[in-house]
């Protein structure tokens, strides 16, 4: 299962702008998707690990997770993020 990052168009901005917010501080946890999850980075930076390796990902990223990854986020600097699972 891989985790796609990539820099957004300017229309996946502009829908991002419409999802919720969720914020973290620096921390370490495990977390498991039971949906994709689409996300914009507007604060941050996280490294994902998982057992095919790892990801990191800043301010300015778009990230998508697939349905059924289990990985353990390290929030390397305080995150924000729009988010929507679909």
């Known amino acids: 299962m891989k985790i796609k990052v990539q820099k957004p168009t300017k229309e996946q901005i502009e829908e991002a702008k419409e999802w ?12 498991h ?3 994709k999850e689409t996300c914009l980075i507007l604060e941050g930076e996280v490294e994902i690990k998982t ?10 990223d778009y990230v998508i997770f697939p349905e059924g ?9 305080a995150v924000k993020k729009h988010y929507k699972f679909n």
């Open 33 to 35: 998707y039971d949906t």
């Open 69 to 77: 990854l289990s990985c353990k986020w390290r929030v390397l600097k």
């Open 20 to 31: 919720p917010l969720w914020s973290c501080d620096v921390s370490e946890f495990e977390w």
């Open 51 to 60: 057992d095919d390796g790892s990801v990191k990902f800043k301010e300015g």
